[in-house]
């Protein structure tokens, strides 16, 4: 999962409107509808919190296992290492109930978002689990993330984005938009508002705008 930092440009708008629709329309296809209805309720930020005062590795297996639960998936070994790397995480997808996650080094002292680096990627183990995929690799990226927002997880996602006078960074592959767009889709489904979650403004107002677009 890409992360994107100060210089970088945040896109924003619904550059990939037709890509997350057919995500959308792929995942209900595949859980049917009665599948969906076994995520009514969001993860928690409690359920991700991982505070200063808590040990890295345990509190971050701890927040891996809280969304292998979540997403359904079974009980398993979760090993977590944090090291250089080009993008933000990445998962194993071999064969084995284990979960084994590699988290940019960089999140060792920004706790807040590993939960929502390790959504991105435990839902890649959900897809990969389910034989739901698109053919490119773009696209899959873009499954992944309307995947995670669409079953409770990648609000996280959207809350990781902050652009102020004191950093700018996304997670994801969805622009704040479209993260936004995809949890109203939920919201209509389930009666669910995430607005008192965010913690970043910016985030807020890019649900909002998401939201705006969904009800056109």
């Given amino acids: 999962m890409p992360h ?3 210089a970088d440009r945040v896109i924003h708008g619904f550059p990939h409107r037709a890509v997350v629709d057919a995500s959308l329309t792929a995942l209900h ?4 509808p009665v599948g969906i209805r076994r995520f009514p309720a969001s993860v928690t930020a409690d359920d991700v919190a991982l505070g200063d005062g808590e040990d890295l590795r345990p509190g971050t297996r701890r927040v891996a ?9 079974p009980d398993a070994r979760v090993t977590v290492d944090f090291r250089p790397m080009e993008h933000a995480g990445s998962v ?39 034989g739901l995929r ?11 993330d309307v995947t995670a927002a669409y079953l409770g997880a990648g609000w996280l996602l ?27 889709k939920r919201a209509e489904l389930f009666g ?6 965010f913690t970043s403004q910016v985030a807020y107002e890019a649900w909002v705008r998401g939201r705006a677009e969904a009800r056109r």
Avoid: K
């Fill in 4 to 6: 994107r930092q100060e």
């Fill in 29 to 32: 296809r595949r859980l049917s």
């Fill in 65 to 73: 296992r809280a969304l292998v639960r979540h997403l359904g998936l």
């Fill in 92 to 130: 194993g997808l071999a064969p084995g109930p284990e979960y084994s996650v590699e988290v940019h080094e960089r999140f060792r002292t920004r706790r807040r978002d590993i939960g929502a680096v390790l959504a991105h990627e435990i839902t890649h183990v959900l897809l990969h689990r389910l």
């Fill in 134 to 144: 698109f053919p490119g690799t773009a696209e899959n990226e873009i499954l992944t």
């Fill in 158 to 184: 959207l809350d990781a984005y902050r652009e102020d006078g004191v950093e700018r960074q996304r997670l994801g592959y969805l622009t704040p938009e479209e993260f936004g767009y995809v949890l109203a």
């Fill in 192 to 197: 669910e508002d995430p607005s008192p979650w």
